[in-house]
């Protein structure tokens, strides 16, 4: 399997690194209405390998895990916003009624 291809391994560390990046990029020049331009993800992928230079990851990799990121930011955005359920600012973890967990999809 090509390296464009493969699945990157990512932990917390990475994550979050990527996190301050993409945060970092966040000016006009980079992007545009609908994203990243390409001389974003460039600069993007490039500070990110820079930052940890024992992934050598791929533009494909890292626009996965920008798409994950955001859609794991949205589903807690949405759960925040429901009534009933909460977020604890201490611990960084959702509150919620013991029905409410029964009944979330899998």
């Not at 399997?1 to 970092?24: C, N, P, T, Y």
Request: glycine share 6%.
């Amino acid at each position: 399997m090509s390296r464009e291809g493969s699945r990157a391994s990512w932990h917390f560390e990475f994550e979050k690194g990527l996190v301050q990046i993409l945060h970092d990029h966040m000016h006009e020049k980079f992007r545009s209405q609908n994203g990243w331009k390409s001389e974003g993800w460039n600069s993007i992928v490039k500070k990110f390998n820079e930052q940890f230079p024992s992934t050598r990851y791929t533009k494909v990799q890292i626009q996965e895990k920008e798409k994950e990121l955001k859609a794991s930011y949205r589903a807690l955005r949405d759960v925040r916003r429901n009534s009933g359920e909460g977020w604890n600012e201490t611990l960084c973890t959702i509150n919620a009624t013991a029905l409410v967990w029964r009944n979330r999809p899998a």
